[in-house]
């Protein structure tokens, strides 16, 4: 048997592609679906979201991107959510009925593509380098104008000098996909204990499965194989290089719709983001803070989203606060998820993929199966040394 250890997005879908796949699975985790995958935005932008310095992780992202269309139509049908099918008029991540009926149906899966814009001159500039660097490395991506900017979404503040946009770009509700993938697994009955890790189990120098924390003495779980994914609380577990990042988001309502993609910007120094749902929900984030395993939500980090917030789209300050949350990424020295094989028999990692946890999880549950042996070189434990 294997048993997964952590219920965020990665860790459910790592559960529930083994159990697609005839494997008997156990997933362990005190309150799934609540942790960052609850806070996530749920951006699917492998081409907006590219630096310098990370063509691997770019790889890795454009990787599982392709695979999110079966993998939304095939947890749709799983988790029995009720289908729409009919030809998407957008195109965008592949206009089959499969997906359309998992974005109508619950997982509000989007392909409209991220708008990034500038304000100033040296903003401008810093985007054209960035566009040039993209069509280097033959990335889909379009130079607008301010007024082309704005004519895609007018809500944007008449400062908007320009942009890019990355109309390959995706986004889904996390919060949809975690229950969605909850509901997957109760009906393919692989139980999922509500309990924390306390330790895991060895025999000699192999991992045998895990010690729980319950109410009443001692409780363990033998397992063939463990799949550490318990994000930025993995290092308590195994010797393994991770940290946790705080964000904070803010969700806001409107009656419809404020924007019809995602857009993202730099204000005084700092990134924002701005993700609409298919109800009228805003997401604005996110935060990066290095305070170790600090989950308060503060008057200063809200005030820092909603100011951003305003200068990119002006009309936010008039929507309804709907929620706040801070949630903990799981950050790793060379901003790189950790995946596969940790060097102890018994044990595999799955961990430490920052903000790219949701965008990530198809792929991530692959490669835990044995796929894409040559994209799991980027990820490999492999390239830390004294993981146990």
């Not at 942790?35 to 630096?51: C, D, F, N, Q, R």
């Not at 109309?167 to 393919?188: F, I, N």
């Not at 290089?241 to 803010?250: A, L, T």
């Amino acid at each position: 048997m294997d048993l997964v250890v952590g219920g965020g997005v990665v860790g459910l879908s790592i559960a529930w592609r083994l159990a697609r796949s005839g494997r008997p699975v156990t997933l362990v985790d005190p309150a799934p679906a609540s942790g960052a995958s609850h806070a996530a935005a749920g951006m699917l932008a492998p081409v907006s979201e590219v630096s310098y310095t990370e063509e691997p992780l770019l790889r890795l992202g454009v990787a599982s991107l392709a695979r999110w269309p079966s993998f939304a139509a095939e947890l749709a049908a799983d988790a029995g959510l009720s289908a729409d099918a009919g030809p998407d008029p957008r195109g965008g991540l592949g206009a089959d009925g499969g997906l359309l009926a998992a974005a109508r149906a619950g997982l509000d899966l989007r392909a409209d593509g991220t708008l990034d814009v500038a304000f100033g001159a040296d903003d401008l500039a810093a985007l054209g380098e960035l566009a040039a660097f993209m069509e280097k490395l033959g990335l889909p991506v379009e130079r607008l104008t301010g007024r082309e900017c704005r004519r895609l979404e007018p809500m944007l503040a008449p400062s908007v000098r320009g942009g890019l946009l990355a109309r390959t770009d995706a986004w889904v509700d996390p919060r949809r996909v975690t229950a969605a993938l909850l509901a997957a697994l109760e009906r393919r009955g692989v139980p999922v204990v509500r309990a924390r890790v306390s330790e895991l189990l060895r025999e000699g120098d192999r991992v045998t499965g895990v010690r729980l924390e319950p109410a009443t003495g001692p409780r363990e779980i033998a397992a063939e194989r463990v799949v550490l994914a318990a994000g930025a609380w993995s290092g308590g577990l195994a010797d393994v290089p991770v940290r946790p990042v705080k964000g904070q988001i803010m969700r806001l309502r409107a009656a419809q719709p404020l924007l019809g993609r995602c857009v993202r910007g730099t204000v005084h120094g700092t990134p924002v983001y701005l993700v609409p749902r298919g109800d009228g929900e805003l997401v604005v984030g996110a935060t990066q803070e290095e305070l170790g395993f600090d989950t308060r939500v503060t008057a200063g980090g809200l005030y820092e989203l909603l100011r951003d917030a305003r200068e990119l789209v002006p009309g936010v300050t008039e929507l309804e606060v709907a929620d706040v949350v801070a949630g903990l990424r799981p950050g790793t020295p060379d901003n790189l998820p950790i995946v596969g094989p940790s060097g102890t028999p018994g044990l595999t990692l799955a961990t430490g993929h920052h903000r790219g946890g949701v965008l990530l999880a198809p792929l991530t549950a692959a490669i835990v199966q044995g796929e894409e042996a040559d994209l799991a070189t980027f990820c490999s434990p492999a390239r830390f040394r004294d993981i146990s």
